[in-house]
Nanobody, 123 residues
Framework: EVQLVESGGGLVQAGGSLRLSCAAS????????IGWFRQAPGKEREGVSC????????HYDDSVKGRFTISTDNAKNTVYLQMNSLKPEDTAIYYC????????????????WGQGTEVTVSS
């Protein structure tokens, strides 16, 4: 069974850090595009970061550039999102998703989704 499980969310003060994890089972990340998305209350889901395993290219939304970093631990089949200098506007449920043979992380194209982990940043 293919599964993505996020963890690491929580409550943090503005300026703080969190590291989200996305553990995959039932498949390996090779040849996948792995994306982190988020959805804030009352807003549409938006892309945060994307990693293309085929060539190691990473992408970040302008709102998180310089603050968030996507990385992997292939031995653990896990993708991370290190979030630093958090702002109240980063408050959202964060999801990881995978797209087989993907060259980008478009939400409507993703094949698998995790259940999400909640991040709350207080001011």
């Amino acid at each position: 069974e293919v599964q993505l499980v996020e963890s690491g969310g929580g409550l943090v003060q503005a300026g703080g850090s969190l590291r989200l994890s996305c553990a995959a089972s039932g498949f390996t990340f090779d040849d996948y595009a792995i994306g982190w998305f988020r959805q804030a209350p009352g807003k549409e889901r938006e892309g945060v970061s994307c990693l293309l395993f085929s060539d190691g290219i990473t992408h970040y939304d302008d709102s998180v550039k310089g603050r968030f970093t996507i990385s992997t631990d292939n031995a653990k089949n896990t993708v991370y999102l290190q979030m630093n200098s958090l702002k109240p506007e980063d408050t959202a449920i964060y999801y990881c998703a995978a797209h087989w043979a993907g060259a980008s992380c478009v939400a409507t194209m993703m094949d698998y989704w995790g259940q999400g982990t909640e991040v709350t940043v207080s001011s």
